[in-house]
C-alpha cells in the first residue's frame, strides 16, 4: 500500500467568508469552487480541485484530513488493514466530497478523521497547463507553493504513531520523548520530505497547525512581512527556525483561530519508510529542537490547539 | 461609555479596570498594564479562557463554542476575553496567571495610542 501525498485539510470555521479571503489574500490559495455553504481552495502548484476545504462550524478545528493513495485497489487494502487494527472505517462515495472520487474513511485512536481517496479532479497549476510561464503571480498573498503537512493533537501520541507505521506504512523522521521513555512528539511522512502529518501532545481530534511550503528563507521573510502588514496574528516568535527538521518558519492564525505556518526547507526523506531510523530528541534539548534560535517554546504553542 | 472589570485568580489576587463598551477586554487589560494569556487573538484557540463571575458581555465577532465549553464535561464554562465586550460591570475568573507590567508615563502614552 502506498500513501503518496498529504492532499487536503477540512477545517472548521466560524466565518466562511472571512476565512475564505484569508486563505486568498494571506496564504494566496486560490478558490476553486463553492457548494452548499463549503469553500475549495487550492495552492498554485497543485493541480487537484482542492487542498483546503472550509466547513461553516460554530467551533474551530479539524473535520479530517485527506491523504491520496497510489492506487485504486489501496483503498480497499487501506480499509481491511485499518478494520483488522481495529479502527472504525466508512465509505464515501465519488463527490460525496466535491471534486473527489470514492473514499476510505478512518477513525484514528486520536479520533481524527482521515480520508483516503485516489481520484481528485484536475484544475492545473496556477501557471496554467501549457506553455506556462515559471515565475508565479508576485501579487498573490505569501508565495505558498502547496499544503505540506500537519500537526495534530493526540493524548497518546505513540498509540496513533503505531496505528498509522503499522497500518498506513508511514516512516518516522524524528521524534521526541520524555524522560519516562514515552513518545511526545512524531513527525510521520509518506511523501519525499521529513514531515507530512505531525502528533503532537493535546487533547485528541484537535489541530495544532497546517503547514504551507513557500520556496526559501527570503519567502518566510516575505510572509512575515505580509502577515505584519495585513495585521494577521501572528505566534510569539516571527521569523524562527525550528531545530527539528531545520526549517524556517512564522505561525499566524486565521480568522477562526486555527494556526498556520509559513516555512521552508523540509529535508528529502530518503529510502523506504521503516527503514530508515528516525532522529531522536530529548526533553533537556526539545526548546533547541522546537524553536533553535530563541532555545525557548512558550506555554502557548502546546496548549493552544482547535 | 465604560465598565468596570474584575479578574480574579485562583489564589485570592484580583485586578481592576476599566473596559469601553466596544473595545476587546483583552485590549482593556493590556492598556491597564494586565497581560492575560492570548495566542489567536481570534476566538478560537481557548487560550484567553475565563469564567465569568458576575455582570455580562457580548462578542465583538464570532468565537468558537467549543472553546467555551469544559473539555471534560462538556458544559459550559468559559469566555473568550480576545473577542468579548463588557456590557455592564462583569467579574471573570482569570484561568491562567495574568501578568503585571509596571508602565512608565510615557508607555502609558504610548500603550494608550496603540488601543
Ligand atoms: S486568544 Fe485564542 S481564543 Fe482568545
Ligand atoms: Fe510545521
Redesign the pocket.
Known amino acids: 500500500m502506498a500513501l503518496t501525498r498529504f492532499g487536503y485539510a477540512s477545517l472548521q470555521v466560524m466565518d466562511v467568508d472571512a476565512a475564505a479571503r484569508h486563505y486568498v489574500d494571506i496564504v494566496g490559495l486560490r478558490e476553486t469552487d463553492r457548494v452548499d455553504g463549503k469553500v475549495y481552495l487550492q495552492a498554485k502548484d497543485n493541480q487537484d480541485h482542492h487542498c483546503i476545504i472550509l466547513n461553516p462550524s460554530d467551533s474551530a478545528g479539524l473535520e479530517s484530513i485527506g491523504f491520496k493513495v497510489n492506487d485504486p485497489a489501496d483503498l480497499d487494502n487501506a480499509a481491511a488493514a485499518a478494520e483488522a487494527a481495529g479502527a472504525n472505517v466508512t465509505r464515501i462515495a465519488a463527490n460525496e466530497i466535491a471534486g473527489q472520487g470514492e473514499g476510505v474513511q478512518i477513525t484514528l485512536p486520536s479520533t481524527h478523521l482521515l480520508t483516503l481517496y485516489y481520484h481528485a479532479d484536475k484544475i492545473g497549476y496556477a501557471c496554467g497547463m501549457e506553455n506556462p510561464d515559471p515565475v508565479g503571480s508576485t501579487e498573490t498573498g505569501g508565495k505558498v507553493n502547496h499544503l505540506d503537512?500537519c500537526?495534530i493533537s493526540a493524548e497518546n501520541p505513540a498509540e496513533v504513531t503505531e496505528f498509522l507505521v503499522k497500518v498506513l506504512d508511514f516512516g518516522q523522521s524524528e521524534r521526541a520523548m520524555d524522560p519516562g521513555g514515552n513518545m511526545m512528539i512524531s513527525f510521520l511522512f509518506c511523501g519525499n520530505t521529513m514531515?507530512d502529518l505531525?502528533l503532537g501532545p493535546g487533547p485528541n481530534g484537535h489541530l495544532h497547525?497546517l503547514?504551507f511550503m513557500v520556496d526559501d528563507r527570503g519567502d518566510v521573510v516575505r510572509g512575515v512581512d505580509l502577515l505584519k502588514e495585513k495585521g494577521v496574528p501572528t505566534f510569539d516568535y516571527g521569523l524562527s527556525r525550528?531545530g527539528i527538521g531545520g526549517?524556517q518558519?512564522v505561525y499566524f492564525h486565521d480568522p477562526s483561530g486555527n494556526r498556520n505556518?509559513f516555512?521552508s526547507g523540509a529535508y528529502v526523506t530518503p529510502g523506504i519508510p521503516d527503514r530508515v531510523p528516525p532522529i531522536t530528541w530529548t526533553m533537556d534539548h526539545l526548546t533547541r529542537g522546537a524553536f533553535y534560535y530563541e532555545n525557548a517554546v512558550p506555554e502557548t504553542f502546546f496548549d493552544e490547539t482547535t | 461609555m465604560q465598565h468596570q472589570i474584575t479578574f480574579l485568580d485562583t489564589r485570592g489576587g484580583s485586578v481592576r479596570f476599566s473596559c469601553r463598551t466596544e473595545q476587546a477586554i483583552s485590549r482593556a487589560a493590556e492598556e491597564a498594564g494586565v497581560l492575560i494569556r492570548i495566542a489567536c487573538d481570534n476566538g478560537g484557540c481557548g487560550a484567553c479562557q475565563a469564567e465569568m463571575q458576575s455582570g455580562a458581555i457580548r462578542y465583538l465577532a464570532p468565537i468558537s463554542e467549543k472553546q467555551r465549553r469544559d473539555r471534560r464535561s462538556g458544559e459550559l464554562r468559559y469566555e473568550l476575553l480576545c473577542r468579548a465586550v463588557p456590557t455592564e460591570d462583569t467579574t471573570f475568573l482569570i484561568r491562567r496567571p495574568w501578568r503585571r507590567i509596571n508602565r512608565q508615563p510615557m508607555s502609558n502614552l504610548l500603550a494608550q495610542l496603540q488601543n
Open positions: 503537512h500537526l514531515h505531525a497547525h503547514a525550528h526549517v518558519t505556518e516555512f
